[in-house]
C-alpha cells in the first residue's frame, strides 16, 4: 500500500517537473513557494493515505482518560460574538436499550433534530420540547449514512443496502416512504439537493449519480445521468453556490474535481489533498472554499483555481460552518476546535484551544436555529452544547 502511494508521489512530483498543466500538483507547488507557512512532510502524507486510526483512538482513549476530570471544565472561547460554547449535558442515546453508533446529525427546519443510526433507523426529535423523540423511521436494512431535507420539507437518506430513501413526515409521530432508489452497486455514502429539480449521490461504486424530480403531485425522484470522474469510492460531494462550482472528493484518488456549476463542465482537479472520508470536508466561505485535508485546512481561490494559503492542523476529519460564519473542525476524533476565516488575507485564525467533546470518535456536528450546537459520536451519544 505505502509502495503504491509512493510511486503516486513520484508521478505527481514528475508531472510537476514537466510542467504538465492538465495533472498538476497545486499543493506541492504551494509549499515550494511557501517553505515556511505549512510544514507537511511525506510522513504524514503516508500515514494518512494508508488511514491508520486504530493506533491513533488508542493513544487517544488513553489520554482521555488521563484527563477525564479536566476537560469537563474546559470552555471554548467564540471571539466573533463573543459567546460562549460549553459543553452541558449527554442529551440522549440513538437508541435506549443498546449502544449504537451514530453516524450522522441533521438540524431539520420546524425545530427538529434527525440522527442516522447504525441500527437502521432515522429518529426524529423536538429540539422544543428536551428533545424528546417524535418518531422512529425504520426505511434501511443496513446502516443509514447520511440524510439531508429536501426544499419541500422532505427527507432523502443513504445506507449501506446501497439504496437512497425519499421520506414524508406526514405529522409529528407518522412517516411516509414514499420512494426508494436503487441505481449504485455499493453503498451510498452522501446525497445533496443541487437545484430545485435536481438531487445528487455519492457511492463506494465511484458513481456521482444526478435524479431529476418529477414536476406534479407525486414529485418522484428519476434517474437523469451518471457523472464520471473518479476510478474510485467517492466520499464527499458539494455544490458551492456563490462561485457555481462542484467539487467531489475521494482519498483514493489522493484528489479533488472541480467542475462548473449546473454544466458539470470539467475545470480542474488538485492532487496531494488528502481528505478524509467523512462527507463535510468542504465548504464555501466567501465566495472561497475552506477545505480540510486531513494533515491542514486548505483555502482555495474559486476564480484562480489555486490553494492559496494552507494551515498545518492535526488530524482534521469533519466541518461544519456555524451561522456566525465561524466554523468547527473535529480533529484527532475527540476534539473539536473553532476557526475563523479572514477574507482580506486569506487566512485562517484559530479562535480556541480544542476541546475533548467526546468519549468516541465524532461522527456528527450540527447548529440548531436557536444557536445551540449537537454533536453525536460512535459509540451512540449525542450532546447538547450552548
Known amino acids: 500500500m505505502i509502495n503504491e502511494k509512493v510511486k503516486m508521489k513520484n508521478n505527481f512530483n514528475e508531472q510537476i517537473k514537466n510542467n504538465d498543466k492538465k495533472n498538476i500538483s497545486y499543493l506541492n507547488i504551494y509549499l515550494q513557494n511557501n517553505p515556511n507557512k505549512v510544514n507537511i512532510n511525506n510522513n504524514n502524507k503516508e500515514k494518512l493515505l494508508i488511514n491508520n486510526k486504530l493506533n491513533l483512538q488508542k493513544q487517544m482513549s488513553l489520554k482521555n482518560n488521563n484527563n477525564k476530570t479536566k476537560n469537563q471544565s474546559t470552555i471554548i472561547n467564540n471571539n466573533i ?19 449504537k453508533p451514530c453516524y450522522y446529525i441533521l438540524a431539520l427546519k420546524e425545530n427538529k433534530l434527525a440522527s442516522c443510526s447504525f441500527d437502521c433507523s432515522i429518529k426524529i426529535y423536538d429540539t422544543l420540547n428536551k428533545f424528546k423523540l417524535l418518531m422512529k423511521i425504520k426505511a434501511h436494512k443496513n446502516h443509514v449514512i447520511y440524510i439531508t ?31 426508494t432508489l436503487k441505481f449504485h452497486k455499493n453503498e ?32 418522484l425522484l ?42 458539470f463542465e470539467f475545470l480542474t482537479k488538485f492532487y496531494d489533498i488528502i481528505i478524509c472520508d467523512r462527507p463535510d470536508v468542504i465548504y464555501e466561505i466567501k465566495k472561497n472554499l475552506i477545505g480540510i485535508g486531513g494533515v491542514g485546512i486548505y483555502i482555495i481561490d474559486c476564480e484562480k483555481l489555486q490553494i492559496v494559503n494552507v494551515l498545518q492542523s492535526n488530524l482534521t476529519e469533519l466541518f461544519y460552518k456555524l451561522q456566525d460564519g465561524s466554523f468547527l473542525t473535529i480533529e484527532e476524533y475527540y476534539n473539536i476546535r473553532q476557526y475563523k476565516y479572514d477574507n482580506k488575507n486569506n487566512t485562517i485564525k484559530l479562535l480556541n484551544e480544542k476541546i475533548n467533546a467526546h468519549k468516541k470518535c465524532i461522527y456528527g456536528i450540527q447548529q440548531l436555529n436557536s444557536g445551540m450546537i449537537v454533536s453525536c459520536d460512535f459509540g451512540g451519544a449525542i450532546k447538547l452544547w450552548k
Open 149 to 179: 431535507q429536501l426544499h419541500d420539507l422532505r427527507l432523502i437518506s443513504c445506507s449501506r443496502d446501497y439504496t437512497l430513501k425519499v421520506i414524508k413526515l406526514l405529522s409529528l409521530t407518522t412517516y411516509k416512504i414514499e420512494q
Open 222 to 263: 428519476y434517474l437523469q445521468t451518471n457523472l464520471v470522474l473518479h476510478k474510485n469510492k467517492v466520499e464527499s460531494i458539494y455544490e458551492a453556490k456563490k462561485s457555481k462550482k462542484f467539487l467531489s472528493a475521494s482519498i483514493k484518488d489522493c484528489c479533488v474535481y472541480i467542475c462548473k456549476s449546473p454544466t
Open 188 to 219: 451510498v455514502l452522501k446525497v445533496i439537493q443541487i437545484s430545485d429539480k435536481s438531487i445528487m449521490s455519492c457511492s463506494v461504486d465511484s458513481q456521482i449519480l444526478i435524479y431529476g424530480i418529477n414536476e406534479g403531485k407525486d414529485n
Open 81 to 99: 460574538n463573543n459567546n460562549k460554547l460549553f459543553i452541558n449535558q449527554e442529551i440522549f442515546r440513538t437508541v435506549s436499550d443498546s449502544i
